[in-house]
């Protein structure tokens, strides 16, 4: 694998790492805008934009319409059956 491929598998992956993180905000707090993840995740204006299209199309948040807030159609629950190691990460305890 040359340089430059190496730059943009850690991009995807990194990208990838932002993507869960967002989305288990949203799950966790039921909110969704694009400068909400800005501000909490924290995220560039493009990636924010981009999660939250993204989220449109897989279902996980409604469009939105004009001064109102989205409605948020994934639980944590829901979340956690996608991510199941997340559960077993925030359950493990720290070795002394």
């Not at 943009?8 to 909110?31: F, M, V, W």
Request: proline share 5%; charged share 30%.
């Amino acid at each position: 694998m040359g340089h430059n491929d190496q730059i943009l598998t850690d991009g995807k992956a990194i990208l990838a790492k932002k993507y869960k993180k967002s989305l288990e905000y949203i799950a966790r707090t039921g909110l969704a805008s694009r400068e909400v993840l800005q501000r909490e995740i924290p995220l560039l204006y493009q990636e924010a934009e981009y999660f939250i299209d993204t989220f449109v199309s897989d279902g996980y948040i409604s469009s939105g319409k004009s001064g109102e807030p989205r409605e948020v159609y994934i639980s944590y629950e829901d979340y956690l059956k996608l991510y199941p190691q997340e559960k077993r990460a925030k359950n493990k305890k720290p070795n002394p």
